[in-house]
C-alpha cells in the first residue's frame, strides 16, 4: 500500500476549477515531485493533501486512512509537515523558536507547567534548543542561530521553514518550491538538502521549477496542467512525454 | 542566556523593596497601588492582545465581574472574600468559555466589536440590577479578610500587591517561553504555520481569553476589596479601552511594557489633573502621539533603540 493515495481529488474556487479529478500515490521513502506552470493547481493540490482547503470532491488517503477534510493539526499527527510557496515565517519570533515550534507536538505544552517552568519542561526545552540549532546548522543557517526572523534576508527565511518542518520529525515532508526566488548556489544547497532529508527515510513531495533540480532528485513526477493531470513518471519518461513537452517543458526552455 | 530575561524583574523587585519607603505620604502609596493592580490586568491582557494577537475592547466586563462577584457574594450572602473571589473567576473564566469560539471565529473589526458588545452587556447588567448592585450609584465591599487577618492600610495592601505584579510577571515571562507560549506567539505570526505544526489553533484561544479574563476578575475583586466600593464603572467601555491604551502604549508582546504602560497611564490623570476637565483631550492626544511616533509601545521602541531585542 502507498503512504499517500489521492483519488479523483477535485477542488472547485466559484468558477475555477484549480484541481480537477486528479490521481496519484506516493510509495513510502521516495522523492515525489509535482510540476506544472503557473496557476496549474500545484499549492492547491498541497492545500487539500495537508488539510488548509477542503476538497470538492475526491479521496485522500494516508496509510489507507482517509483523511480528506481534516484539519491541518490534526494531520501533522499523523506525521506530515509542509513548508510555503509564499513565506509562512512568524516574524514575531526568533529563528530558533520558530524551529522549536515546529516541535509542537512531541513537547508537554501543558499552560500551568509551563506558566510555574517545571524542571521538566525548562530540561526539555533546554535540549530543543540545542535540536533547533542543530537543525538550523543542517539546512545551512548556523549564521542565524541567534537572528530575529524579520531580520533574515529571504533565502534564509525559506531555509528556516525547512528547518521548522524538519523539526516536527515528519514521515512525510511537503515542500513547496523551496527553492524559488534563490541564487543558484542557494538552489545548489536546498537541492542537497532535499537529498539528505529524502536518504534520511523522509518522504518528500515536491513542487519546484528548477528543472535540473526536479530531474535530478525525482523518484517519481506528476505533471500537472490546468489543474489536470498531464502525464506521470519517472524523470526520463515525463521528459520523453509528447503532451508534456508541448503543454509545458517546451514552453519553458 | 536565559538568565536575562529574568533581570527586569529583579530590577522591579528592588523598585518595588524600596519605593514604600521614599514616597511622601499614603496618596502616593494609593496611587502606587492602583498602578500595580492595573499592571497586573493589562499583563493578562497583553498575553491575549500583544501574544496571541486577539484583540478584545470589553475586558472590563471581566473586571467587573469579579469586583461585583466579591462586593454582592460578600455583601448580600455573606460569602467569605476568596470564595466569592473564586466564584468572580469561574463566572468569568465560563462566560469566557462559551464565548471565545463563536467570538474567535471573527478577526480584526469584527472581533473588536463583538468583544466590546461583551463587556456593554456586562455593564448594563451591573447597571441595571440595582437592587442586588447599587446600580449606577454602586455599592461598598467589606475588607478582604483571608482565614483570621484582615488586610488593612495601604502598606499592607502595598505589599501584597507587589507580590500578585511579581509573580504573575514570573509566571508569564515563563508562560510565552514555554511551549504553550510559542504556539500562542506562533498562531500571532502565522495561523496557517502554527496550524500545520500541530497546533490546535481555537483551543489556544480559547485557553488564552479564558486564562486572561479569570486574571482580570481576580484582580477586580482584589480591586474591589482596596477600594471598599465598586461602581458600574469598573466594567465600562471607557475602562476597557484603557486597560487596551496600557497595553499599546508600554508595548504590544512586551511583558515590562505591560508595567510601563500601566504606569504611566494611572499616573496621567493626575498629572493632567491641573487640566480641568480636558484629561480626557490630553489623554487622546498622547495617545495619538505615541501610536504616530512608536507604533510598537515605548518598551520595544526603546529596546531597539538601545540595541537590545
Ligand atoms: N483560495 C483561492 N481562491 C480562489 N482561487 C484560487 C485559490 N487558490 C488558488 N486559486 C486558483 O487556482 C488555480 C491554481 O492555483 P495554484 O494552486 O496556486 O497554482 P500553482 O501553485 O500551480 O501555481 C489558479 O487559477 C488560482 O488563481
Ligand atoms: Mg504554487
Known amino acids: 500500500m502507498a503512504l499517500l493515495e489521492v483519488s479523483n481529488l477535485t477542488k472547485i474556487f466559484g468558477g475555477v476549477r484549480a484541481v480537477q479529478n486528479v490521481s496519484f500515490a506516493v510509495d513510502a521513502g ?25 476538497p470538492s470532491e475526491g479521496q485522500i488517503r494516508l496509510d489507507g486512512r482517509d483523511i480528506a477534510g481534516v484539519a491541518p493539526h490534526e494531520l501533522a499527527r499523523f506525521g506530515m509537515a509542509r513548508t510555503f510557496q509564499n513565506l509562512q515565517v512568524c516574524m514575531n519570533m526568533t529563528a530558533l523558536e520558530n524551529v522549536m515550534v515546529g516541535a509542537h507536538l512531541r513537547l508537554d505544552r501543558n499552560l500551568f507547567k509551563g506558566a510555574l517552568r517545571f524542571p521538566s519542561i525548562a530540561r526539555r526545552d533546554a535540549v530543543l534548543r540545542e535540536e533547533a540549532a542543530e537543525l538550523m546548522r543542517l539546512v545551512g543557517l548556523e549564521a542565524f542561530t541567534d537572528a ?7 533565502g534564509a527565511l525559506k531555509r528556516l521553514e525547512i528547518a521548522r518542518a524538519l523539526a516536527a520529525q515528519p514521515r512525510v515532508l511537503f515542500l513547496d518550491e523551496p527553492a524559488a526566488g534563490l541564487n543558484p548556489k542557494e538552489t545548489g544547497e536546498v537541492d542537497i538538502l532535499v537529498r539528505k532529508v529524502a536518504d534520511s527515510g523522509v518522504t518528500v513531495v515536491l513542487v519546484e521549477h528548477d528543472m535540473k533540480m526536479v530531474m535530478n532528485i525525482s523518484d517519481q513526477i506528476l505533471v500537472l496542467d490546468y489543474g489536470r493531470k498531464l502525464a506521470e513518471g519517472t524523470a526520463a519518461e515525463v521528459r520523453r512525454n509528447p503532451d508534456v513537452i508541448a503543454a509545458y517543458l517546451g514552453t519553458h526552455q | 542566556m536565559p538568565r536575562s530575561r529574568f533581570t527586569g524583574l529583579i530590577v522591579i523587585a528592588v ?40 484583540i478584545s475592547l470589553g475586558h472590563a466586563g471581566f473586571v467587573g465581574i469579579g469586583a461585583y462577584a466579591t462586593a454582592v457574594l460578600t455583601t448580600h450572602y455573606g460569602w467569605s472574600p476568596l470564595a466569592a473571589m473564586l466564584a468572580g473567576a469561574l463566572g468569568a473564566g465560563v462566560l469566557a468559555a462559551l464565548v471565545a469560539r463563536p467570538i474567535f471565529k471573527l478577526k480584526g473589526h469584527y472581533l473588536a466589536m463583538a468583544t466590546l458588545g461583551l463587556g456593554n452587556i456586562i455593564s448594563i447588567i451591573v447597571r441595571n440590577e440595582a437592587a442586588l448592585t447599587g446600580g449606577p450609584d454602586g455599592m461598598p465591599v467589606p475588607a478582604l479578610a483571608l482565614f483570621s487577618f484582615e488586610l488593612s492600610g ?16 514570573w509566571a508569564s515571562l515563563n508562560l510565552i517561553n514555554s511551549p504553550f507560549g510559542r504556539a500562542l506567539r506562533a498562531l500571532h505570526g502565522s ?18 481569553f479564558v486564562l486572561s479574563a479569570v486574571f482580570a476578575s481576580l484582580m477586580g475583586s482584589v480591586t474591589a476589596h482596596y477600594v471598599g466600593f465598586v461602581t458600574p464603572n469598573v466594567a465600562d467601555f471607557f475602562h476597557s479601552i484603557e486597560l487596551v491604551t496600557m497595553v499599546v502604549i508600554g508595548g504590544m508582546a512586551s511583558i515590562y511594557g505591560s508595567v510601563i504602560g ?10 493632567l489633573a491641573g487640566f480641568e476637565g480636558w484629561e480626557t483631550v490630553a489623554f487622546g492626544a498622547i495617545l495619538m502621539f505615541c501610536m504616530i511616533f512608536m507604533p510598537k509601545g515605548l518598551v520595544p521602541t526603546l529596546a531597539a533603540k538601545f540595541g537590545r531585542r
Open chain 1, 148 to 154: 530575529h526572523a524579520d531580520a533574515m534576508p529571504y
Open chain 2, 15 to 54: 523598585v518595588l523593596a524600596v519605593l514604600p519607603f521614599l514616597l511622601p505620604n499614603n496618596f502616593y502609596l494609593d496611587l502606587a497601588i492602583r498602578m500595580l493592580i492595573n499592571a497586573c490586568i493589562v499583563l493578562g491582557l497583553n498575553l491575549l492582545i500583544g501574544f496571541a494577537g486577539q
Open chain 2, 154 to 169: 495601604e502598606k499592607q495592601w502595598y505589599w501584597v500587591v507587589s507580590g500578585i505584579l511579581l509573580l504573575s510577571l
Open chain 2, 191 to 208: 495561523e496557517v504555520a502554527s496550524q500545520v505544526v500541530g497546533v490546535d489553533v481555537a483551543k489556544y484561544k480559547l485557553a488564552i
Open chain 1, 30 to 54: 521516495i522523492v515525489y515531485s509535482v510540476i506544472g506552470p503557473n496557476g496549474a493547481g500545484k499549492t492547491t493540490l498541497f492545500n487539500l493533501i495537508t488539510g488548509i482547503y477542503v
Open chain 2, 262 to 271: 500601566a504606569v504611566l497611564l494611572t499616573a496621567l490623570p493626575q498629572a
